[in-house]
């Protein structure tokens, strides 16, 4: 199993172009999982049918594993089921049929536009760090993208004449976003000034570096939401995923077309974006004081 584990792995990394956090999440769970086939003497993947699957959900319930891990880590043995099946490993798919448990469906945390912008607007723009924070926050909250798409990107990727990046998503697929005269200044004094100092004399195309030169990580930009999230006094556990939610949340918000945040969040399908339909408490309170007959100020015609 060890060996056939290894060359798994390497199909997502290489022919799936499966995304780092894809490729830990799949390892980690099927390490769970093969650590349970061997606690019940399950050796060989030909003997695993659709009863040591049943066992194995019954499991992890005993576990106390929420819904969404337990559907993760079907999802993980389903998609080792189709590898095995393409090279001819094994004959039968015994998760093909095995259902997932329906998850909750909950609305994504987000920041209000004052969170927001007073996080953005924290760094210390007069030394070379606080550029490139600056400037990334606000790339981050002007483009909606994820984590690894921004760490990822290189200064030839934005185009500053038209405000477009260029951005090579899931299964590297290309797709454009855009950005704001805020962010279109940060970036701006931060390639002009900050960036300079930061390598010095190396040599990247790297856009967001650290103190060495090298490319930043993403676990650079959590730890920067959590110093800024803390500097402003904001409690919440902030997440550049959360800042993807308030992207597409507030452009919602403002009345953009849900297939426009479809597109600008590089989402594949609609039902993916849909979830951001929601709206805030203060934009529902808005619509509902201006839509409503009978919410409306008092005219002096008409009221109750």
Do not use: C
Not at 93 to 118: G, H, I, Q, W, Y
């Amino acid at each position: 199993m060890q060996e056939l584990f290894v060359k798994y792995r390497n199909y997502l990394e290489v022919e799936k172009n499966a995304s780092r956090y894809t490729v830990r999440n799949y390892t980690t769970d099927l390490t769970d999982f093969f650590v349970f086939l061997r606690s019940r003497g399950t050796l060989s993947l030909r003997d695993i049918d659709r009863n040591v699957l049943r066992d194995y959900l019954a499991d992890l319930m005993e576990r106390e594993f929420v819904k969404r891990s337990i559907a993760r880590k079907l999802s993980a043995v389903r998609s080792l089921f189709r590898y095995l099946i393409r090279e001819e490993l094994v004959q039968t798919n015994p998760v093909k049929n095995t259902t997932s448990p329906r998850l909750d469906r909950r609305l994504p945390e987000f920041l209000t536009a004052d969170e927001m912008a007073r996080i953005i607007e924290s760094p210390d723009i007069s030394n070379p760090f606080g550029q490139r924070d600056r400037a990334l926050l606000e790339l981050l909250y002007a483009s909606g993208l994820r984590v690894s798409e921004l760490v990822g990107l290189n200064v030839e990727n934005v185009d500053m004449d038209t405000r477009e990046i260029r951005v090579w998503g899931k299964g590297s697929k290309e797709r454009i976003t855009l950005m704001g005269e805020p962010a279109l200044k940060a970036l701006q004094a931060y390639l002009t000034e900050g960036r300079q100092s930061l390598f010095g004399k190396k040599a990247t195309n790297a856009l967001f570096i650290n103190r060495y030169g090298t490319r930043l990580t993403e676990r650079s930009v959590q730890e920067l939401l959590d110093k800024y999230a803390q500097a402003v006094g904001i409690a919440k556990k902030i997440h550049p995923h959360m800042v993807r939610h308030t992207f597409a949340t507030h452009l919602l918000d403002g009345g953009a077309d849900l297939r426009v945040v479809q597109e600008l969040l590089g989402h594949a399908s609609l039902s993916s974006t849909q979830i951001y339909t929601h709206v805030s408490k203060s934009q529902a309170r808005k619509v509902y004081m201006s839509s409503h007959p009978l919410a409306k100020e008092s005219n002096g015609e008409g009221n109750r």
